[in-house]
């Protein structure tokens, strides 16, 4: 499941406290259902592709990225203060989560049960003990712990 919120129902919006924010629980499959039925309305299914729609992944990632590009760390660590370079982050935002959520959906892979395998793995590959505070790769840690897939 992910958690969606805004100020007004039907409309996602960033959370700034709690107690002024409208929540609602969004899941994955309701989701992907309403990006199935746009694109069918259009029919657009016939070039959703896996081929297509990775490479529309990565344009929207490469949209992302280049807000971030030229930035210091600080910029960027601040670029949600600005209105107008926040509201172009959380629409390329979306564009990626749309496109990945298009793509699990015609590749059939269930997303929920992916990351959680995916987050156990990583626990595995970076234990606590040899992984805190370091942005080592798990092959380079002082005890490296190979996954077994
Ligand atoms: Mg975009």
């Not at 199935?36 to 729609?53: G, I, M, Y």
């Not at 990351?115 to 805190?132: C, D, G, H, S, W």
């Amino acid at each position: 499941m992910i958690w969606l919120a805004s100020r007004q129902p039907g409309i996602v919006g960033t959370v700034t406290s709690p107690r002024d924010c409208y929540m609602w629980r969004v899941s994955i499959a309701s989701l992907q259902r309403q990006l199935r039925d746009f694109a069918v309305e259009r029919d657009w299914e016939q070039f959703h592709t896996p081929k297509n729609l990775v490479m529309a992944l990565a344009g929207e990632v490469g949209e992302l990225t280049e807000i971030f590009q030229w930035l210091t760390p600080d910029e960027s660590a601040d670029v949600m203060v600005e209105a107008a370079s926040a509201g172009r982050v959380r629409e390329e935002m979306a564009d990626v989560l749309a496109y990945l959520l298009r793509l699990s959906d015609v590749l059939g892979v269930d997303l929920e049960a992916a990351l959680a395998k995916k987050i156990v793995k990583n626990a595995v590959k970076y234990p606590v003990e040899t992984a805190q505070g370091v942005a080592t790769k798990y092959t380079d840690l002082s005890s490296p712990q190979k996954p077994s897939e």
